[in-house]
């Protein structure tokens, strides 16, 4: 099993829809979850971050946390054309002392104009 | 302005030769990470680094190596005894190891010919 595992898509969303995108994890002590967004070519920037359990909302982005299920989740309201890129989940995991920042392989999501 | 530099932003290199990528940070950042990202997949984490002078192993180090002297630099080597080391090289900082963001430098797109 993958220590960060989320759906590559594509995924495909009309203008204005909500666009739900979805991450497990493996390591039940994982305390720090992310989402980033990468544009093809480009490095990651970091969209949201959430530590406890619940939503937390940030302008049209949502992520919620879901640790007893171990279940992370963003969505992005009223999608736009420049949301259009892959979407990273990463987690904080602790092996042997050491907190490491694991990352899923991402789902590649199109808005649809 | 604080930031993570990487360079060089596209590198050649013929097969069986040693290279060297640059990474350094102005953020006052304890940890520091290598990850490898191919076409259409997420980041591999390579080497992850808590503090100066020391540093963990992460998922696909074999053929890789990494030093931290400073807290501000943690180049990494690609040896020749990667066997396929054209990708794209992300280096991220964060404040603390794992449990807060990383910010990523814009990355070195690696091509062995």
């Known amino acids: 099993q993958k220590e960060v595992e989320q759906n590559s898509g594509p995924l495909s969303v009309p203008e204005g829809a909500i666009a739900s995108l979805n991450c497990t994890y493996s390591?039940?002590?994982?305390?720090?979850f992310f989402w980033y967004r990468q544009y093809s070519g480009k490095s990651p920037e970091l969209i949201m971050f959430?530590?406890?359990?619940g939503d937390k909302e940030d302008g049209r982005f949502t992520a919620q946390l879901n640790k007893a299920s171990q279940y992370v989740s963003l969505l992005i309201r009223d999608s736009q054309p420049s949301d259009s890129a892959t979407y990273l989940c990463?987690?904080?995991?602790?092996?042997?002392?050491?907190?490491?920042?694991?990352f899923g392989q991402g789902t590649r999501l199109t808005i649809n104009p | 302005d604080g930031g993570i530099t990487q360079s060089p932003k596209y590198l050649f290199r013929k097969e069986g030769q040693n290279v060297t990528l640059s990474c350094e940070q102005n953020?006052?950042?304890?940890?520091m990470y290598w990850y490898r990202q191919d076409p259409g997949q997420g980041l591999r984490l390579i080497y992850y680094?808590?503090?100066?002078?020391?540093?963990q192993k992460g998922d696909i180090a074999e053929g890789y190596s990494v030093s931290r002297e400073k807290k501000e630099s943690f180049p990494l080597t690609v040896t020749s005894a990667q066997k396929n080391p054209t990708a794209f090289y992300l280096c991220?900082?964060?404040?603390?190891?794992?449990?807060?963001?990383?910010?990523f430098g814009q990355g070195t797109r690696l091509t062995v010919v």
């Open positions: 991220a900082s964060s404040m603390i190891s794992g449990n807060t963001e990383a910010f």
């Open positions: 390591d039940r002590g994982s305390q720090s």
């Open positions: 959430i530590y406890s359990n």
């Open positions: 990463a987690v904080n995991s602790k092996v042997e002392g050491a907190q490491k920042l694991v």
């Open positions: 953020l006052n950042h304890d940890a």
């Open positions: 680094s808590q503090i100066v002078n020391d540093f």
